[in-house]
């Protein structure tokens, strides 16, 4: 006889998964960010290292979801139900800042540190690039630059334009500011850019602050690093503006309440939050129950309620751990998964005899009471369009991961359900739920590692079923973001590990982890290359020849490679680029594995272009970038790879050009690459003089300058690279 108990024995069997093809590490890491949950501890940095392949959107930590737009309509707020419909308008879109915005901001500002210091440097060139996290009031801080400096008509401008085109055909005024700008490799803000600029703005006798986080994109511009004010000052300011009796905010100002909230440093913004509530409360109140819904401790104690509440139902308290889960997800989704766990907690209180779940339960008003939550009408992009859904958040966002720790630590007997619970998840279809099924084994690992190791990351980085291989990975890559010191030395054992998928999990957690982690990423990815079998050489030369996934010594063998050459090309696109390309050159004096990786590396992402209407190639770009070298011949790839001294990026790629192609395994594969861009040029006149230069620097020889010439007559008489072709120069 069948039991209720059996299905769900058999979702926690992680090995009977059937394999899947794993998913190409893009797409993974753009899924991931795409879902990751607002509450989540290190979502404003993630990825801080930035991926020039993609403008900063992927793995710069710049991209934005919702971020402000209108609210009206109808939202479901305790007993009270209102309906807010979020558009998606960004909270700083292009546009004049209001001028009560800039009066209510000067009522209350305080400069920090180095405030003046900036004001000094914007006052003499013109244009500032203020660097911080999104938290310090960096902001404010522009906006008031810009105001001591006597302007009051400042636009706002679209974070989303080049460098290069930022003041075309914007309205003149006497300040601009570009908030939380994206930089990247592909979309750098360079000297030559800032003079431009500035050049602009002496004849416009204007000003402008651009706002930014920390990143080595910025790091040899001049900056100056923004830190917040004391957050006493900032308190004081805000409640005097509100409440005009000093002698009643002094009194304010020594309550208790108030140390105790400074000294878990809040941010700005709920400072400014904080200090509203208390402009109304005094201190011979005895009803302060406006202040009581600040702190971690009272959210802390409202979460004890819950869960030591034997009154509440178990579905209840199902729902509330579904719903720390998918924060500000769809209702549904938050109730679905919230049965299922319903289902595990039961078969511990009552083994053998699990109960049924009432098809018409709670009310959702009801239950969003309860949680202390709210609906809003979102539109939710999913691979069909916009679909409006009904999203489901808690009113106060520390609620889910204080909520998911305090189950975690202080309820152990819930464990193995909740463990169940999250093994059947981790391969569900929906993207959304795989994705904060890894961000809370996240949170769970930083609070106790060693369980979430064992009872779900261990498991799943050797499964074979390879969407858990990729689930451990994403997992650990947020531990690491939220704080887990732990992770590298996790990663460096997995590479080494004598299970294949392991291995594949380690090299996939690099892939995420590589510019935050390079030399310990180069390290993994040659130790991987060295345990390569001929076989499995032989496919990176295959994987170009083919220009997709190419048949192998046997699928295991093939996703090994592939995951290789992926993560390999994701450090190279980084914004630790230059690392990887030096590590790169010096594989090629190395052993054949280290060669072959290189060159398949190198010549796979010299296939990725611009994501723009022009669609240049990224290592195109770059080598015109570069700096030309001092004159003096052309070196040998053992010097290039010698320590005396860093040779420059151009030498660098021309070095691993020439090499690929002398090579007889991928000589094919770069012509084949070459003549993609030749096509691509043949109406782009500054691509076409890149070219031009480039296969310059390449014909050395006169053999070469024979093969490059027969590419580019090639090209030019078949009628596919259109009227403008490069001329290779004599030598």
Same mark, same amino acid.
């Given at each position: 006889m069948t039991?209720a108990? +059996?299905p769900?024995?058999?979702?926690?069997?992680?090995?009977?998964?059937?394999?899947e093809?794993?998913?190409?590490?893009?797409?993974?890491?753009?899924?991931?960010?795409e879902?990751?949950p607002d509450s989540?501890a290190g979502?404003?940095y993630?990825?801080a290292g &930035?991926?020039?392949?993609f403008?900063?959107?992927?793995?710069? &930590?710049?991209?934005?979801?919702?971020?402000?737009g209108?609210?009206?309509?109808?939202?479901v707020?305790?007993s009270?139900?209102?309906?807010?419909q979020?558009?998606?308008?960004?909270?700083?879109?292009s546009?004049?800042v209001?001028?009560?915005?800039?009066?209510?901001?000067?009522?209350?500002?305080c400069?920090?540190?180095e405030?003046?210091n900036?004001?000094?440097?914007?006052? +003499?060139?013109?244009v500032? =690039?203020l660097?911080?996290r999104?938290?310090? &009031?960096?902001?404010?801080?522009?906006?008031?630059? /810009?105001y001591?400096l006597g %302007?009051?008509? !400042?636009?706002?401008?679209?974070p989303?334009?080049s460098?290069?085109?930022?003041?075309?055909g914007?309205?003149?005024?006497?300040?601009?500011l570009?908030a939380?700008?994206?930089t990247?490799?592909?979309r750098?803000?360079r000297?030559?850019?800032l003079d431009r600029?500035?050049?602009?703005?002496?004849?416009?006798?204007s000003?402008?602050? =651009?706002?930014?986080?920390?990143s080595?994109?910025?790091?040899?511009?001049?900056?100056v #690093?923004?830190?917040?004010?004391?957050?006493?000052?900032?308190?004081?300011?805000?409640?005097?503006?509100?409440?005009?009796?000093?002698?009643v905010v002094?009194?304010?100002?020594? /309550?208790?309440?108030?140390?105790?909230?400074?000294?878990?440093y809040?941010?700005?913004?709920e400072?400014?939050?904080?200090a509203?509530?208390?402009a109304?409360?005094?201190?011979?109140?005895?009803?302060?129950?406006?202040?009581t #819904?600040?702190?971690?401790?009272? *959210?802390q104690?409202?979460?004890?309620?819950?869960?030591?509440?034997?009154?509440?139902?178990?579905q209840?308290?199902a729902?509330? !751990?579904?719903?720390? *889960?998918f924060d500000?997800?769809p209702?549904?989704l938050a109730?679905?998964?919230? #049965?299922k766990?319903?289902?595990?907690?039961e078969t511990i209180?009552?083994?053998?005899?699990?109960? &049924?779940?009432?098809?018409?339960?709670?009310?959702?008003?009801?239950?969003?009471a309860?949680?202390?939550?709210?609906?809003?009408e979102?539109?939710e992009q999913t691979p069909?369009?916009?679909?409006?859904?009904r999203?489901?958040?808690?009113?106060?966002?520390?609620?889910?991961?204080?909520?998911?720790?305090?189950v975690w630590t202080?309820?152990?007997s819930?464990r193995p359900?909740?463990?169940?619970w999250?093994?059947?998840?981790?391969i569900?279809?929906?993207?959304l739920v795989?994705?904060r099924?890894?961000?809370?084994?996240?949170l769970l690992?930083?609070?106790d590692?060693?369980?979430?190791?064992?009872?779900?990351?261990t498991?799943?980085?050797g499964?074979? #079923?390879?969407r858990?291989?990729?689930?451990?990975?994403n997992?650990?890559?947020?531990?690491?973001?939220?704080?887990?010191?732990?992770v590298?030395?996790?990663?460096r054992s997995?590479?080494?590990?004598?299970n294949?998928?392991?291995?594949?999990?380690? !090299?996939?957690g690099?892939a995420?982890?590589?510019?935050?982690?390079?030399?310990?990423?180069?390290e993994?990815f040659?130790l991987?290359?060295e345990?390569?079998s001929?076989?499995?050489l032989?496919?990176?030369?295959?994987?170009?020849?083919?220009?997709?996934?190419?048949?192998?010594?046997g699928p295991?063998d093939?996703?090994?490679?592939?995951g290789?050459?992926e993560?390999?090309e994701?450090?190279?696109?980084?914004?630790?680029?230059?690392q990887a390309?030096?590590?790169?050159?010096?594989w090629?004096?190395?052993?054949?594995?280290?060669?072959q990786?290189a060159l398949a590396t190198?010549?796979t992402t010299?296939?990725?272009?611009?994501?723009?209407a022009?669609?240049?190639?990224?290592?195109?770009?770059?080598?015109?970038?570069?700096?030309?070298?001092?004159?003096?011949?052309?070196p040998?790839?053992?010097?290039l790879?010698a320590?005396e001294?860093?040779a420059p990026?151009r030498?660098?790629?021309?070095?691993l050009?020439?090499?690929a192609?002398?090579?007889?395994?991928y000589?094919?594969?770069a012509?084949? *690459?070459?003549r993609g861009?030749?096509i691509?040029a043949?109406?782009?006149?500054e691509?076409t003089a890149q070219l031009t230069?480039?296969f310059d620097?390449l014909? %050395?020889t006169?053999?070469?300058r024979?093969?490059?010439?027969? /590419?580019?007559?090639?090209v030019r008489?078949?009628?596919?690279?259109?009227?403008?072709?490069?001329?290779?120069?004599?030598?």
């Amino acid at each position: 006889m069948t039991t209720a108990a +059996e299905p769900l024995e058999q979702e926690d069997e992680l090995q009977e998964a059937p394999p899947e093809e794993p998913q190409n590490a893009f797409e993974a890491v753009q899924e991931l960010l795409e879902h990751v949950p607002d509450s989540f501890a290190g979502r404003n940095y993630l990825f801080a290292g &930035g991926a020039p392949g993609f403008g900063g959107d992927l793995i710069g &930590g710049d991209r934005h979801t919702v971020s402000g737009g209108q609210v009206h309509g109808d939202v479901v707020t305790g007993s009270k139900t209102t309906i807010y419909q979020v558009g998606g308008a960004s909270l700083h879109a292009s546009g004049e800042v209001p001028d009560e915005e800039l009066t209510e901001l000067a009522d209350v500002f305080c400069p920090g540190e180095e405030f003046h210091n900036a004001l000094r440097q914007l006052r +003499e060139r013109r244009v500032l =690039i203020l660097t911080g996290r999104p938290d310090t &009031g960096r902001r404010s801080a522009a906006l008031m630059l /810009l105001y001591e400096l006597g %302007v009051r008509r !400042i636009r706002n401008l679209d974070p989303d334009v080049s460098p290069t085109g930022l003041l075309n055909g914007v309205e003149s005024a006497g300040g601009y500011l570009l908030a939380d700008y994206a930089t990247s490799r592909s979309r750098p803000l360079r000297r030559p850019d800032l003079d431009r600029l500035r050049e602009t703005l002496v004849k416009q006798n204007s000003y402008l602050v =651009i706002t930014t986080i920390r990143s080595s994109a910025t790091r040899t511009l001049p900056t100056v #690093d923004w830190l917040p004010p004391d957050l006493g000052r900032v308190l004081d300011a805000h409640l005097r503006s509100v409440q005009g009796d000093d002698s009643v905010v002094d009194r304010l100002l020594d /309550l208790d309440l108030v140390e105790e909230f400074l000294a878990k440093y809040p941010p700005i913004l709920e400072v400014a939050e904080f200090a509203a509530k208390l402009a109304h409360h005094y201190p011979w109140s005895k009803k302060p129950a406006e202040l009581t #819904d600040f702190g971690q401790g009272v *959210v802390q104690d409202q979460i004890g309620r819950w869960f030591g509440d034997p009154e509440l139902p178990l579905q209840d308290k199902a729902f509330l !751990i579904s719903l720390a *889960v998918f924060d500000h997800a769809p209702y549904t989704l938050a109730a679905e998964c919230a #049965d299922k766990l319903f289902r595990r907690l039961e078969t511990i209180r009552t083994p053998g005899r699990p109960d &049924g779940i009432p098809p018409f339960g709670s009310s959702v008003e009801d239950r969003m009471a309860l949680a202390r939550a709210e609906l809003t009408e979102e539109t939710e992009q999913t691979p069909w369009g916009p679909v409006p859904q009904r999203m489901a958040s808690f009113l106060d966002p520390r609620t889910s991961p204080t909520l998911l720790r305090e189950v975690w630590t202080g309820h152990p007997s819930a464990r193995p359900a909740i463990t169940g619970w999250l093994n059947a998840l981790a391969i569900d279809t929906r993207a959304l739920v795989r994705t904060r099924v890894a961000s809370t084994t996240a949170l769970l690992a930083s609070v106790d590692l060693s369980a979430a190791m064992s009872g779900l990351l261990t498991p799943w980085s050797g499964a074979k #079923d390879f969407r858990l291989c990729l689930q451990a990975a994403n997992s650990l890559a947020l531990a690491y973001h939220a704080g887990t010191a732990a992770v590298p030395r996790i990663l460096r054992s997995w590479a080494g590990d004598d299970n294949a998928r392991r291995r594949w999990t380690a !090299i996939r957690g690099y892939a995420l982890l590589g510019p935050l982690l390079p030399a310990q990423a180069l390290e993994a990815f040659a130790l991987a290359a060295e345990r390569l079998s001929a076989g499995e050489l032989d496919q990176l030369a295959a994987k170009l020849r083919l220009d997709h996934r190419a048949p192998a010594a046997g699928p295991a063998d093939h996703h090994q490679v592939l995951g290789l050459l992926e993560a390999a090309e994701l450090l190279l696109l980084s914004t630790e680029a230059e690392q990887a390309l030096r590590a790169l050159v010096g594989w090629l004096s190395g052993p054949a594995a280290l060669r072959q990786l290189a060159l398949a590396t190198f010549l796979t992402t010299a296939q990725r272009t611009e994501d723009t209407a022009v669609g240049r190639p990224l290592l195109l770009d770059w080598y015109a970038r570069s700096p030309h070298p001092e004159p003096g011949g052309v070196p040998s790839v053992t010097m290039l790879a010698a320590p005396e001294g860093p040779a420059p990026v151009r030498t660098l790629l021309v070095a691993l050009w020439r090499t690929a192609l002398e090579d007889p395994h991928y000589r094919d594969a770069a012509l084949g *690459v070459l003549r993609g861009w030749l096509i691509g040029a043949a109406d782009q006149p500054e691509t076409t003089a890149q070219l031009t230069e480039l296969f310059d620097d390449l014909a %050395v020889t006169e053999r070469d300058r024979r093969r490059l010439d027969h /590419l580019v007559r090639t090209v030019r008489t078949s009628g596919t690279g259109g009227p403008v072709t490069p001329a290779l120069p004599g030598r």
